[in-house]
């Protein structure tokens, strides 16, 4: 960990553009900036109060290279709680390259990823959970993805957790002097009192644990397997869901071989639609690898719509039904939508006819877009999007995930440990472990090891 050199890197994306936003942080970040800017007023970047933007030029004596916009922050008011100074530059690659050389050959460092956030981290501007949600909210590409990492980074999840270790550790320590005064036999810690907050704590827990299934889906994005046979419109569902030509559509069966995927999003919570190969007997060897690719992305799928024809119903009813339980069976604990498409050309009889023998069939006409609605709503039906509604703490990330559930498992120790009256020195053991768990989450410990895996996915400038 070097925190005492200046590092510098891109804070915008790679790439052309309007503008660029190069950053610098350190103890002489201001000093390093103000050798090559030269302000439009005159004055000096280092005698310039923090958070103030100034005009002037980036220059490589004797030549010039790009009029810019110098913000300046002074430690510990800002994100690094370092020194900071950010260069808006035009997006020329050129001037970006240019700018990040002169700062390199004056002693500054390239920034590692995510070393501006670990410097944030280190120096208590953010605890581990936050920094972590930073990378959340870059990554955020739908309103439930963004509305999370906005509530952790502002220290949602971690004030929950802080609560709670907090509360813990002062029952720790009290039975922590009664082990001091064993030979006395005195009790500091209010046997009762710490029993209902076991049972608390449990509850937090198990809520917090339960909600990662939702938000590991609101992070990733619900896989939605389209299947049915050849010609039946799943590439046409799939165009009308994503309003675009994403599709090949064509009256010859079997034009879809290979499985396409797109994600949009509906009512905030993002959706991964999986057009798949008709399935069928075939003798086609591609079209037989594409089938077999179908059960696989069916097998990762969290819903499956099956599409069939509403005009050849009448005429291959059976087969559909065989097709159907085929479906139910195999795959039981998965919600199954069932379409009946191309419900335009068929007549109202035909249409009743199939809703009394099929249950809970939805109609659709994907080349016109009657249905597409409807079917959107049900697939949000299927989330339980209560707790993002409440504003309540949910768990996206797998290492806090893993974290809770070490918790738990040794707070469920604690309460059977108080439950068969053990002593308070067996009890301190669990209690400990359940306080570093506790403690991995919000980073109050922590090691290099850890640290560099989790802000090695971070990009470089944040």
Known sequence: MFQND???????????????????????AITIGSKFFKSISGKSLSNQKSHTVHLGHIVDEPRVID????????????YTGENVVEISCHGSLYIQQE???????????????????????LNGKLDLSQAEAVAD????????????????????????????????????SLIELELDFAEEDVNFANRDEFYKLINRIINV?????????????????????????????????????????????????????????DEISIGGIGFRFIDTAGIRETEDVVESIGIKKTFEKIE????????????????????????????KNKYPQKPLIILANKIDKIDDLQIAEMQTEIPNIKLLSAKTGFGVEQLTN????????????NNETIITNSRHYDALLK???????????????????????????????????????????????????????K
């Open 6 to 28: 200046t590092i510098v890197a891109l804070a915008t994306p790679s790439g052309s553009g309007a503008i660029a936003v190069i950053r610098l942080s350190g103890k002489e």
């Open 67 to 78: 009029e810019v916009l110098v913000t300046i922050f002074k430690d510990p008011h800002s």
């Open 99 to 121: 700018i990040i050389q002169l700062f390199l050959r004056k002693g500054c460092r390239i920034a590692n990823a995510g070393e501006f956030t670990l410097r944030a981290f």
């Open 137 to 172: 909210l870059i990554a955020s590409d739908s309103e439930a993805s963004h509305k999370i990492a906005m509530q952790q980074m502002r220290g949602g999840f971690s004030n929950e957790i802080k609560l709670l270790r907090d509360e813990l550790l002062n029952f720790a």
């Open 205 to 261: 827990l198990k809520k917090l644990i339960d909600s990662f299934a939702f938000g590991n889906v609101i992070k990733n994005g619900i896989p939605v397997a389209i299947v049915g046979e050849p010609n039946v419109g799943k590439s046409t569902l799939l165009n009308a869901l994503l309003n675009e030509e994403r599709a090949i559509v064509s009256e010859i069966a079997g034009t879809t071989r290979d499985t396409i995927e």
């Open 300 to 327: 990762q799928a969290q819903v499956v719509i099956y599409l069939f024809d509403s005009t050849k119903y009448e005429a291959q009813s059976s087969k559909f039904k065989v097709e159907l339980e085929k479906i």
């Open 378 to 389: 049900s697939l949000l039906n299927l989330i339980n999007t209560g707790a993002l509604r």
């Open 407 to 461: 918790a738990f498992e040794e707070i469920q120790k604690v309460k059977y440990g108080l439950d068969s009256g053990l002593s308070g020195d067996l009890l301190a053991i669990d209690i400990r472990q359940a306080l570093y768990h506790f403690g991995e989450i919000t980073g109050e410990i922590t090691n290099d090891d850890l640290l560099g895996n989790i802000f090695a996915n971070f990009c470089i400038g």
